[in-house]
C-alpha cells in the first residue's frame, strides 16, 4: 500500500512536515515494513510504501475497490455515453419530465423510468468498472472445460470486458451504446445471465443492488441538475 505524503519544487529545502511524522508514527504492531522512496525530475515527490500483512491489505483494497472507485468510474461511464448520444439524452429528459419525482426520488418512483435504468445496464456493460478477470479456484477433483483439464486449485477467470463483447450473447451490435437493449423486460432477464459486471452465481457482488440504486439516483441527480449543463445552449 502507498501513501503519497507530497511533493516540494525543486531548490525548496525538503524539511519533513507533519503529515510525515504523524505517518512515521502509525500503528506498528499493523506494519511488517516501510521504506521511503525520492524521485526528481521537475519536482521532488517523497512517498512511502508500507507492507501490511495479507488480511489487513485484503480488506482495505475491497474496501477502496469494491465501492468508490468502481462506482466513479460507471459515473463518468454514462456521462461520456450521454454526451456521445444527445438523442438518448433528449429521450431521458423527455421521460423524466413526465414523472411526478420526489427530491430526492424514491426508487418506487423510479420504476416509471425505464430508460433511466437501461442507460446504467447498458453504461456497466459497455464500460465494466472492474476490468480484470475475476478469481475463482477450481473445487476438488478438478474440471474439464472446453476439452482442457484443470487440476483442483487452478486459479481460472473471465473478463468482463470479453464477456460483453461476445457477439452470441449481445449481437452484431455488440460494441455500440444502445439502452434499448434493455427495455424488453423478458431480453433484460436474459442479458443479465451474460453479464459480469457484478461477477455471477453464487460469488457475484454482495453490494450489486446498493450500487445500482447508486447510480440510478446519483446519475438522476446530476440530470436534474444540469449544472454544469452536459450540453451548450443552442
Known amino acids: 500500500m502507498i501513501f503519497w505524503i507530497g511533493y516540494f519544487d525543486r531548490g525548496i529545502?525538503?524539511?519533513?512536515?507533519?503529515?510525515?511524522?504523524?505517518?512515521?508514527?502509525?500503528?506498528?504492531p499493523l506494519i511488517c515494513d516501510y521504506k521511503l522512496t525520492f524521485f526528481s525530475r521537475n519536482h521532488s515527490y517523497?512517498?512511502?510504501?508500507?507492507?501490511?500483512?495479507p488480511c489487513i491489505f485484503s480488506k482495505a483494497n475491497l474496501s477502496s475497490?469494491?465501492?468508490?472507485?468502481?462506482v466513479s468510474v460507471a459515473l463518468r461511464a454514462i456521462l461520456i455515453n450521454l454526451v456521445r448520444n444527445r438523442n438518448i439524452h433528449n429521450e431521458v429528459?423527455?421521460?423524466?419530465?413526465?414523472?411526478?419525482?420526489?427530491?430526492?426520488?424514491?426508487?418506487?418512483?423510479?420504476?416509471?423510468?425505464?430508460?433511466?435504468?437501461?442507460?446504467?445496464?447498458?453504461?456497466?456493460?459497455?464500460?465494466?468498472?472492474a476490468g480484470f478477470n475475476l478469481p475463482r479456484a477450481?473445487?476438488?477433483?478438478?474440471?474439464?472445460?472446453?476439452?482442457?483439464?484443470?487440476?483442483e486449485g487452478t486459479t481460472v477467470g473471465m473478463s468482463a470486458w470479453c464477456v460483453h463483447a461476445n457477439e452470441d450473447f449481445w449481437g452484431k451490435d455488440t460494441l455500440e451504446f444502445k439502452p434499448e437493449r434493455w427495455l424488453d423486460p423478458e431480453r433484460a432477464f436474459k442479458l443479465d445471465q451474460y453479464g459480469l459486471s457484478f461477477g455471477q452465481g453464487a460469488?457475484?457482488?454482495?453490494?450489486k443492488n446498493i450500487a445500482l440504486v447508486q447510480l440510478v439516483k446519483v446519475y438522476l441527480s446530476l440530470?436534474?441538475?444540469?449544472?454544469?449543463?452536459?450540453?451548450?445552449?443552442?
Open 13 to 28: 529545502e525538503m524539511d519533513i512536515p507533519s503529515p510525515w511524522e504523524r505517518l512515521r508514527t502509525f500503528p506498528s
Open 46 to 53: 517523497i512517498f512511502m510504501y508500507y507492507t501490511f500483512p
Open 65 to 70: 475497490l469494491a465501492a468508490p472507485d468502481t
Open 93 to 129: 429528459m423527455a421521460e423524466l419530465t413526465g414523472l411526478k419525482l420526489s427530491n430526492p426520488a424514491t426508487w418506487k418512483e423510479l420504476a416509471g423510468a425505464p430508460l433511466l435504468h437501461a442507460i446504467v445496464k447498458e453504461t456497466i456493460r459497455l464500460h465494466p468498472p
Open 138 to 151: 477450481v473445487p476438488a477433483g478438478g474440471r474439464t472445460l472446453c476439452g482442457y483439464y484443470l487440476p
Open 203 to 207: 460469488r457475484a457482488c454482495l453490494g
Open 223 to 234: 440530470l436534474h441538475s444540469r449544472s454544469p449543463p452536459l450540453f451548450p445552449a443552442e
